[in-house]
């Protein structure tokens, strides 16, 4: 097995123990490369089918290549899709910055979400080495029941054996790609030929190398047209994955909160 082969097992059996082992889960679909991946995974492990929903939590803010993306692909994996809208931003904290504000109009939907379809396990797209704080996760990972996650407070994991038990009336959060890097995620891409939405790719020097709500998200210097191009860039660049995160760039501790609160 290569390296690539190798990330793929590991993630298809994570996936096959949260199916195994959780009553209700859900897939939570952003609509970029790493949420594609994992269903491309999800897939792979169910024999050609996703068994359980793909959740979309909408801003209504995304960009229109991603809605696209959505409406066609959801058809054509044949997903079990349900779109659960967010809440307006005044339902949302007044005292974070403008960007985050906007962003944890997600958190809020997810709840909504949550206590619509009482999902007990959620499986989501996040690595590692994408963000300081997501690197302090589990791959099992529970959450109380507003959502809410406490970094100190996190099961072991040796040799492959999670906990994989909610708390009563709260959900886990499973991550498949979490041992993933971002050159990961596009060396696979690139292998299963599995699509893309075109403003990761390189037009007019810039492209977008994470993709959120377009008011809150801006393309980065790049001439990178093709995946080969990108890895080749990855391989030279300092700049962060998320610099194009108008979230990132504000208040050192706002993601954090985001993430202790239950943001994705």
Same mark, same amino acid.
């Given at each position: ?17 949260? =199916?195994? /082992?959780?009553?209700?889960? !859900? *897939?939570?679909?952003?609509? +970029? #490369?790493?949420?594609?991946? %994992? ?7 169910? =024999?050609? /089918?996703?068994?359980?929903? !793909? *959740?979309?939590?909408?801003? +209504? #803010?995304?960009?229109?290549? %991603? ?141 977008y190398r994470s993709l959120g ?52």
């Amino acid at each position: 097995m290569d390296h690539l082969d190798e990330l793929e097992a590991q993630s298809i059996y994570i996936l096959r123990e949260a =199916f195994a /082992r959780l009553k209700k889960l !859900a *897939l939570l679909w952003s609509l +970029g #490369k790493d949420s594609n991946v %994992m269903i491309w995974l999800a897939r792979k492990a169910f =024999f050609g /089918r996703v068994p359980f929903p !793909a *959740l979309h939590v909408d801003t +209504g #803010k995304k960009f229109p290549e %991603m809605y696209a993306f959505r409406d066609r692909f959801g058809k054509e994996w044949d997903l079990d899709l349900r779109v659960e809208p967010c809440p307006p931003i005044d339902s949302v904290d007044p005292t974070l910055p403008p960007a985050a504000r906007s962003a944890a109009r997600k958190t809020e939907g997810l709840k909504l979400a949550l206590n619509k379809y009482g999902f007990d396990g959620l499986i989501a797209g996040i690595r590692r080495d994408e963000e300081a704080t997501r690197a302090k996760e589990r791959v099992f990972s529970p959450r109380g029941l507003e959502g809410e996650w406490d970094v100190r407070d996190q099961p072991p994991e040796f040799w492959d054996q999670f906990n994989a038990s909610p708390p009563q009336g709260a959900h886990l959060r499973i991550h498949p790609i979490l041992h993933w890097t971002e050159a990961d995620i596009w060396a696979y891409t690139k292998r299963e030929n599995i699509p893309i939405i075109p403003l990761y790719l390189a037009k007019d020097g810039k492209r977008y190398r994470s993709l959120g709500d377009a008011d809150i998200t801006f393309p980065v210097a790049s001439t990178a047209s093709n995946i080969d191009e990108i890895l080749t860039e990855l391989d030279g660049t300092k700049i962060p994955e998320r610099a194009g995160r108008a979230l990132d760039h504000e208040t050192e501790d706002a993601f954090e909160r985001l993430r202790v609160a239950g943001y994705l």
